[in-house]
């Protein structure tokens, strides 16, 4: 199981052009209904990966995400307009994700917008797409913590087996831990995001 990406992994999906993630959420441009909208936090210095990631929900789970920092109409500089702004970005998409990376878990911009997701998505709309530099070991990554509060999106290759002894179909998961059981369970990515149109 990779329950922690490294960065560059997702390279290959990198081709889209960000300006398409620009686009505010609303009925207006909403056209597909069918499509799930996803608001992905992320740091800035983390635009490569995160073109990556957009790519790779795009083409295999057929969604549309929102990226503010592309975003034309948020102020050029941060201010109280631009959390309002924020906050209404991550209410109008259907789910949030937060591109944790280790700088991203270090951002108080990028906490302030997770603390704002986990109170209007909750656990079963929220997830971490965790992150961490290829030379680090995974007990090295910053965001250890946050995968015991938060979902996370993970990689199973078909080894793993549920507790009843069935074997865990290759694909991607969200994987949520329960402390009062202290177990894991996991739902598919594309169940997760309600769109069953994956390609896996």
């Known amino acids: 199981m990779k329950r ?3 960065e560059g992994a997702f390279r290959a999906y990198s081709s889209i052009n960000l300006n398409e993630a620009r686009v505010e959420i609303n009925s207006a441009t909403h056209y597909d209904a069918h499509k799930t909208t996803v ?8 635009l ?4 990556g990631i957009i790519g790779f929900l795009q ?14 109409t948020m102020p050029e500089k941060t201010s109280a307009k631009t959390a309002a702004k924020i906050k209404d970005r991550i ?5 949030f994700i937060l591109l944790a990376t280790d700088r991203a878990i270090e951002s108080k911009w990028c906490n302030w917008e997770l603390g704002y997701g986990d109170a209007k998505k909750y656990k079963d709309k929220i997830a971490l797409f965790p992150m961490k530099p290829a030379s680090k070991a995974p007990q090295e990554y910053k ?6 509060i938060y979902p996370c999106i ?4 078909g080894t793993e087996k549920y507790t009843s002894g069935e074997s865990v179909k290759k694909g991607y998961y969200v994987r949520t831990y329960n402390p009062e059981e202290s177990i894991y369970y996991i739902k598919p990515l594309e169940e997760w995001l309600g769109n069953y149109q994956s390609i896996f």
């Open 91 to 95: 209410n109008q998409c259907d789910r």
């Open 39 to 46: 608001f992905i936090s992320h740091k800035h210095e983390d």
């Open 4 to 6: 922690i990406f490294n």
């Open 48 to 51: 490569e990966d995160l073109k």
């Open 143 to 148: 965001g250890n913590e946050y995968m015991q």
């Open 154 to 157: 993970a990689y199973y290759d």
């Open 59 to 72: 083409k295999n789970y057929n969604v549309k995400a929102y990226i503010d920092s592309k975003d034309p």
